[in-house]
């Protein structure tokens, strides 16, 4: 079986749902998985309705405009009288009276029942327009087949049971699920993180033992940079598992990093293609004997950097590591560089749910801390040492570190 993801930049208007099916004329559309994301920035502001429920805000006002964006786009893709119209309001009508009802004070848990709606009805959407021009699917809720922890809004994946629910599934027909959701046992809905359906396409592709994987992305496929940040970039035609995990893992938005562990597994070959120009190679993925070591450039804002003093000058030990570190995992706070001296730690954090300042008030009761918000993490893979000076250029660096041929900075 082939597995394809087709992410919000390109189901997000009626064009762009015309465009997918153009992509599967040059495909081909048998034994074939989609995994389809929220439509254009719905995730986005499916959040504020989230943000303003729990502010006490109209936030009534925010699921209309909602839903009358995806009523815009289902009137460019079928008759008035389609019985999708009924499907779309039911879905809206779901999330006011869950809001209505709740009684969870759990922002998490509330925000994933909410926010999922996205690619549900995102789903409904692609699945009924590829069936009426004849591209036959069977529309699956991916929240009875992937399998999570209680982990709301970065779910753990159960691997055992969801392999065993998908391996269900007949290999010779055609699906259209969503990306980004699972469900807890209790069958609450919990997603998998922001960005996550790229990683929703790895796990079916894991389960199923797919043939192949492709992402159809607004990009050629995976570059030297990210063409929107940097001039004069790059397609990497080939590169290996372990190049796309680290250019994830730092940073390149292009790939989820939760996506490659479970392809490489299995050794299942992976396209970054691009939805406009369906026919080019894109990027391929894999065990390649062939991977382009091309200098590669990865930007990642919004990060913090902290710094870690100890009070009495003693040296910073396991003892120290292993409080600061058990503090991170508590706030749910990922490190992204770590840098030690003798009586200091600096590391560059992504704090995704924003605790740092709960985080750092913690920490200020062992150690003397600094916190600087708003930093960004440059990284650049495959550096050509004798050409290092260009990146100080106009920049304020706080911290830098080079390890093999990895140079990374943080600036200000
Ligand atoms: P999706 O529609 O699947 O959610 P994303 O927007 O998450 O797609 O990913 C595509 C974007 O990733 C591109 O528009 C580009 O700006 C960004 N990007 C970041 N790093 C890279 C890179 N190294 N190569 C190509 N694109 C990149
Ligand atoms: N819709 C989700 C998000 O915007 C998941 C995804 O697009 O991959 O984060
Ligand atoms: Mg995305």
């Known amino acids: 079986m082939k597995v394809y993801k087709f992410g919000g930049a390109s189901v997000k208007d009626a064009e762009g749902v015309k465009n997918v099916a153009m992509v ?4 081909g559309f048998e034994k074939c998985l989609l995994v389809v994301s929220a439509m254009g920035k719905t995730t986005n502001a499916l959040e504020k309705v ?32 389609h019985a999708v119209f009924g499907e779309i309001s039911l879905f809206f009508d779901d999330i006011d009276s869950f809001l209505r009802r709740n009684k969870s004070p759990n922002y998490n848990f509330v925000y994933d029942q909410v926010v999922s709606c996205g690619e549900m009805i995102s789903s409904k959407i692609l699945s009924e327009y590829l069936n009426d021009i004849q591209f036959f699917n069977h529309w699956l809720d991916a929240r009875d087949y992937i ?5 709301y809004r970065e779910g753990g994946v159960k691997w055992q049971e969801t392999e065993h629910n998908i391996s269900k599934l007949d290999k010779i027909n055609c699906y259209v699920t969503q990306g980004f959701i699972g469900s807890d046992d209790n069958n609450f809905t919990v997603t998998l993180g922001r960005e996550g359906s790229d990683y929703t396409a790895a796990i079916f592709a894991y389960c199923l033992n797919a043939d192949e994987m492709t992402i159809w992305k607004d990009v050629p496929g995976v570059m030297t940079g990210d063409p929107r940040k940097f001039e004069n970039v790059e397609l990497l035609s080939n590169i290996s598992y372990e190049e796309a995990i680290e250019m994830a893992y730092y940073g390149a938005s292009v790939i989820h990093p939760k996506t490659l562990q479970p ?41 913090t950097l902290l710094n870690v003093e100890t009070r009495d000058f003693s040296f910073i030990a396991e003892d120290h590591m292993s409080l600061i ?3 991170l995992a508590k706030y749910k706070i990922k490190v992204s560089l770590v840098q030690n001296s003798a009586i200091s730690l600096a590391l560059c954090l992504e704090d995704k749910f924003g605790n740092a300042n709960d985080f750092n008030e913690e920490l200020q009761q062992s150690f003397i801390t600094q916190l600087t918000k708003n930093v960004s993490l440059f ?30 900075m943080v600036t200000l």
């Open 147 to 151: 399998k999570t922890d209680s982990t």
């Open 263 to 303: 392809l490489k597994q299995k050794n299942i070959p992976f396209f970054v293609k691009s939805f406009v120009e369906p026919k080019k190679p894109g990027t391929k993925v894999g065990n390649s004997e062939e991977n382009e070591l091309l200098e590669s450039y990865i930007l990642k804002e919004n990060q």
């Open 379 to 408: 990284t650049v893979r495959n550096v050509n040492l004798d050409t290092l000076d260009q990146f100080y250029k106009d920049k304020k660096v706080l911290l830098e570190q080079i390890s093999k041929k990895t140079f990374q």
């Open 24 to 27: 599967l004329e040059t495909q």
């Open 325 to 327: 570190f058990g503090l």
């Open 50 to 81: 989230v943000e303003y429920y729990f502010k006490k805000q109209n936030y009534q006002d925010e699921i209309e405009t909602i839903k009358q964006n995806h009523i815009e786009i289902a009137k460019g893709l079928f008759e008035d009288n």
